[in-house]
């Protein structure tokens, strides 16, 4: 399609203030979707506005109830192609089934990959999202696939405190490499926990730290926040190893099951998460900070649809 084809914002049901953010980043209008749920627990999903040629952006993260949400993305992009947009991108902040990356047990899916060609299918041209679970899941699909990341959001959060005596800390060998580019890009040292999770019971425990923590403030980064098992394991050894604070950052707060009541209970002296999740009122307290990811989506949208490059919002 042409650039600079007229924006359509459309938002799914599933993070409307973080629609509304992105939208008022742009200065353009936002459209919403008529769902229906019917009583045979079958969707339905209209596009109220004629979108004929225009350049699409629907905006649809992934949480709870993340089935329905998905069928409902997938429905959306179906009607979108139907009628006739001109380009669809799925911003999808938080990817659905992201942890789902690998088979790394016999005779399982792997549903992020499903995901990828499930939203090809169903007509999305593009695909807009955040830090995904690992880099390589952009190899799922065969349109463009671009991932922002929430390093530079992080890092300037970061360096409003005192960074004299922090370590940064990775709460595992996957996340090793990402942890080293934030702490290269804070200059501080960095320390890796290694941490095994036996099943699915969403149990992680953390057998080694490797890299010096005693008597310093650790800064754990992570990309999501599921039950929040790894954060609560992770302070646990942290602590035994005599650090004087600690702060955990993830880019997707997914505050799970019990995650908000282990978080509430435990010592961190912050937790910070995006909003590329909605986090219920109730589900706030004192020392929970939340970033704000739409100026950068704004951003990220604006140039696919001029055609400008996104590189400096691959980096941290
Ligand atoms: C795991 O590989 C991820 O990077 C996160 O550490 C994980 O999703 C956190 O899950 P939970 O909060 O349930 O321990």
Redesign the pocket.
Known sequence: MMSSSKIRLISGTSNPLLSKGIAQCLNLPLYNLDVVHFVNDNLKVRINESVRGDDVFLIQTSQPPVNDILMETLQAIDALKHASAGRITAVLPYFPYV?SDKKDEPRISITARLVADLLQTAGADRILTMNL?SPQIQGFFSMPADQILAGKLIIEHFRKGDLSNAVVVS??A??AKRAASWAGSLNLPLAIMD?R?SDDN???RIYHVIGDVKGKDALIF????????????AEKALRNLGVNSIKAF?VHG?L??P?VERLKKSSFDEVVITNTISTPEKDVWDKLTILDVAPLFANAISRINSGDSLSSLFHN
């Open positions: 942890r679970h709460p595992d996957g996340s941490k999770r969403d149990d992680a992570d990309d999501e926040i599921s039950t929040a098992g790894s954060m609560i394991e993830a997914v799970a099951g995650a």
